[in-house]
């Protein structure tokens, strides 16, 4: 088994002014972005990272060396270009309010699996790269059995770790929209061994406060039937 930790990048500058980021070179993360990076960080501290893993964006760059900062821990950083924002084409850099006048956006919002922006990349295709890089990583991170599982950092954008989580959930992409990931939120899912039988379990989505530490002991083990033992972490609730 293997334990992916997932992060969206901190609040960027264009996140501040309404527009879509996709792969517009330079985009940092705003103060507010920086601040949200560390409070990423406080949150990670203890948690024995195998790696990190992110996208070649800016931004995530940023948030990742803020966290690791904050946590005071130093894991091997690796970059995966398979992580990186969507190809939103000539959507890139434009107002979210205008796009959404576009008669593409319908179509986004309701059947991204058949969604090609303009001079762009499918979402089928950002969400195909995306799930083989954490599938590749989990291969590539796993330990024999009866070591600890690997615990491993994946710092990305909204869209793919969106469609990591829908894959993980066992939903079409057309669903993955239901989906909320919001900047600096942090997202945990334990995936069975490579090759090895059982399916992925979601521990936490879109979570933007409480300790990683707590939530991984015991968290996702064990059967499930009647909703399993939950984190072994004892955090003053008894009843």
């Known amino acids: 088994m293997s334990l992916v930790v997932l992060v969206r990048h901190g609040r960027s500058t264009s996140n501040t002014a309404g527009t879509l980021s996709g792969r517009s070179p330079g985009l940092t993360l705003d103060a507010r972005g920086e601040s949200q990076a560390m409070a990423v960080g406080e949150r990670l501290r203890g948690v024995p990272l195998a790696a990190a893993v992110r996208s070649p964006m800016l931004r995530c760059e940023q948030t990742l060396g803020l966290a690791l900062s904050s946590a005071g821990i130093t894991p091997p950083v690796h970059v995966d270009d398979r992580l990186t924002e969507c190809d939103y084409g000539r959507w890139t850099g434009r107002s979210l309010a205008e796009l959404t006048q576009e008669s593409l956006w319908q179509q986004v919002q309701e059947h991204p699996s058949m969604v090609v922006f303009p001079e762009g990349e499918s979402m089928t295709a ?114």
């Open 126 to 239: 950002m969400a195909g790269r995306t799930v083989a890089a954490v599938q590749d990583w989990n291969a590539r991170l796993a330990v024999p059995q009866g070591e600890p599982e690997p615990v491993w950092l994946l710092v990305s954008h909204g869209d793919p770790i969106k469609a990591v989580l829908s894959h993980a959930l066992g939903q079409q992409l057309d669903d993955f929209q239901r989906i909320v990931v919001d900047p600096a939120s942090i997202s945990l899912v334990r995936f069975p061994p490579p090759g090895g039988q059982g399916m992925p379990t979601v521990i936490a989505m879109n979570t933007s406060a409480g300790q990683i530490t707590d939530r991984l002991a015991g968290a996702g083990h064990g059967p499930q039937l009647g909703g399993g033992l939950g984190s072994q972490a004892d955090n003053g609730n008894t009843t």
